[in-house]
């Protein structure tokens, strides 16, 4: 991809959707919109943009959705729900063994496979968890997701990718093609709409944050800041997992890596300095209004 | 390289499944019904089968509850691939000794994903977003 195409979809992306991508985000664009342009008949992105020059409103729309619509399946990357129920449940159950309590965020709960992934999780591990009581709060910027969400509903299609047969057969009713989440689990999860560039310290403390995929699109100054204020709205023996491709090192000493468990980790205990917060201020001000 | 049996009296989907498994690095080996699959494995067990239920002369829940009796058996993971999406046919397959279950039509993502569940592929290197 030439610079002066990236600088042009750089600037579209921005003026239609906020998606703010720094200058390193090639290799974002290319796994996002070569498949785009191939399924249009042309060579590359070179063309698409050809192509989106000469005005054409409906291959934009595609560009502006391919690049923004994160497309999410049930136990995503599969090893953070590995994670989850290896290592942090029974660390959960051990340290929250007085007051019997769990509270878990799904930062980016999208159409709601994540968070119900976790539901399922815990469903499992019901046994343990008699007598608790477990609250997952799934918030997505977009109301249509959410309300995608809560129906807990999904086509053939979704249900084959990363539910194993077994989950589907035990946690979901059938009607015609499509599938439904069981009540008793979609009562496991609440949903609010959220745009993590605000506050959302009125959402309580939490014991688990699943974080993935979503810092990706925000610059350096952004996720920053977002990391200093997801540690203070964290419990001190907390959890943060990070999607695949995301990481706070280099970005902030206000997590640390769980050892030998990727994309896990927890609060360091270390105050999120001001200056970041302050640099990052004007910008959330600037991008939520 | 692992062996996969693609059992389906379709030639179109074995062509299908089979490009899609060798692109997964399988070697694939097809039979057209339940008793030409049998012979097959008579011959060699393969590590995966997968495996359609309505077909002539023997379906695939028959050729799995043969396979299944047979020395060695017990090896191979078997996933149905069919068009009977019914949560009947589900258990009623699972019950029988089946790994994992694809309700038609499939693409390369449902392979893969379904093939990773039953330990037959590794997770794929997590990609970027």
Not at chain 1, 78 to 90: E, N, T
Not at chain 1, 190 to 209: I, K, M, P, T
Not at chain 1, 238 to 261: H, I, Q, S
Request: charged fraction near 25%.
């Amino acid at each position: 991809m030439t610079p002066p195409d990236y600088e042009y979809l750089r600037k579209l992306l921005k003026d239609h959707s906020g998606l703010d991508l720094s200058a390193d985000k090639q290799y974002l664009i290319e796994s996002r919109l070569l498949p785009l342009s191939r399924k249009c008949g042309l060579a590359g992105i070179g063309e698409l943009v050809q192509k989106m020059k000469s005005g054409t409103p409906a291959i934009v729309a595609q560009v502006v959705e391919a690049m923004t619509t994160n497309e999410t399946f049930f136990f995503r990357d599969k090893v953070p729900f590995d994670h989850f129920r290896d290592a942090i449940m029974p660390e959960m159950l051990k340290a929250r063994a007085a007051r019997k309590s769990i509270r878990i965020w799904c930062a980016a709960g999208s159409t709601g496979q994540e968070p119900y992934s976790l539901a399922m999780c815990l469903k499992e591990m019901s046994a343990a968890l008699a007598g608790w009581r477990v609250e997952i709060i799934a918030t997505d910027l977009s109301q249509e997701v959410l309300e995608k969400s809560k129906s807990g509903i999904y086509s053939q299609f979704e249900v084959q990718r990363g539910l194993p047969i077994q989950l589907l057969v035990k946690y979901f009713k059938q009607n015609g093609e499509l599938w439904q989440i069981n009540a008793d689990i979609r009562a496991m999860v609440q949903h609010r709409q959220l745009n993590l560039l605000h506050d959302f310290s009125q959402l309580g403390a939490f014991d688990v944050v699943f974080c993935r995929n979503v810092l990706i699109y925000f610059d350096q100054d952004t996720k920053i800041n977002i990391f200093g204020r997801l540690a203070r709205t964290m419990e001190a023996d907390g959890f943060l997992v990070l999607g695949a491709a995301e990481t706070v090192v280099g970005l902030t000493d206000v997590f640390k890596p769980f050892p030998d468990k990727r994309g896990l980790y927890r609060p360091s205990g270390a105050r999120a300095t001001i200056a970041p917060a302050a640099m990052a201020m004007p910008k959330i001000a600037a991008m939520g209004r | 390289m692992k062996t996969c049996l693609v059992v389906d009296d379709s030639s179109i989907v074995r062509k299908i499944a089979r490009r899609i498994l060798e692109g997964l690095n399988f070697q694939v080996i097809e039979a057209e019904d339940g008793v030409d699959a049998l012979v097959v494995c008579k011959k060699a067990m393969p590590e995966a089968v997968l495996l359609d239920w309505n077909m002539p002369v023997m379906d695939g829940y028959h050729f799995l509850s043969h396979l299944r009796r047979m020395p060695g058996g017990d090896e191979p993971k078997v996933v149905f691939c069919t068009t009977e999406n019914g949560i009947d046919h589900i258990e009623r397959a699972m019950d029988g000794g089946a790994n994992e279950y694809i309700m038609k039509p499939f693409d390369k993502d449902i392979i893969a994903a379904k093939f990773q569940e039953v330990g037959l592929i590794e997770l794929p290197e997590e990609s970027p977003v």
